[in-house]
T-cell receptor, first 111, second 114 residues
């Protein structure tokens, strides 16, 4: 089975800190995604990547950046964390354009 | 723009009952549709994926159907168990197959009472 691993289940950060969320998949998938999930708003796509060093903005990229230096790893960076970035962050991967596999999520709290 | 709706938002049934969860979408030009399960505070687990050319997919007690022309998919759960309690989401991928065209529904929260 595909394994998508997110580095932290829970994270607490201060406003203004730079935050790194890491995601690793073990199935050689080309596509990797970062979503955030908020009550009442559902899942919203932040960024996705369809190859190493390739990235594309999703619906809500403001305040975020990403890095994909290796095929198996996709990092989400909050340049200067703000309280409105408190959320559940979900990483996913897929082989184009098939099943999406998700990690277990990172609950980020920004104080 | 594709819109995906799941009604009802919440459903409560007694153990052993067969049930149907609904997913409707506004643009029938889709590539595939995927059903997920999400437990509280966890990520999404893929259940079934139906390609646009298929009518249904089965896995154990789960059966998903797709009617593109009417913009509907259903997830049938047979002989429900308390362990089936979770939120079920559907996601539709647009006809180009692009990741940009993945649209999620807001989910149906299922509770199976022992």
């Amino acid at each position: 089975d595909v394994k998508v691993t997110q580095s932290s289940r829970y994270l607490v950060k201060r406003t203004g800190e730079k935050v790194f969320l890491e995601c690793v998949q073990d199935m050689d998938h080309e596509n990797m995604f970062w979503y955030r999930q908020d009550p009442g708003l559902g899942l919203r796509l932040i960024y996705f990547s369809y190859d190493v060093k390739m990235k594309e903005k999703g619906d809500i990229p403001e305040g975020y950046s990403v890095s994909r230096e290796k095929k198996e790893r996709f990092s989400l960076i909050l340049e200067s964390a703000s309280t409105n970035q408190t959320s559940m962050y979900l990483c996913a991967s897929s082989k184009f354009p098939e099943k999406l596999f998700f990690g277990s999520g990172t609950q980020l709290s920004v104080l | 723009k594709q819109e995906v709706t799941q009604i009802p938002a919440a459903l409560s049934v007694p153990e052993g009952e067969n049930l149907v969860l609904n997913c409707s979408f506004t643009d029938s030009a889709i590539y595939n549709l995927q059903w997920f399960r999400q437990d509280p505070g966890k990520g999404l687990t893929s259940l079934l994926l139906i390609q646009s050319s298929q009518r249904e997919q089965t896995s154990g007690r789960l059966n998903a159907s797709l009617d593109k022309s009417s913009g509907r998919s259903t997830l049938y759960i047979a002989a429900s168990q308390p362990g089936d309690s979770a939120t079920y989401l559907c996601a539709v991928r647009g006809s180009s197959g692009s990741a940009r065209q993945l649209t999620f529904g807001s989910g149906t929260q299922l509770t199976v009472l022992p």
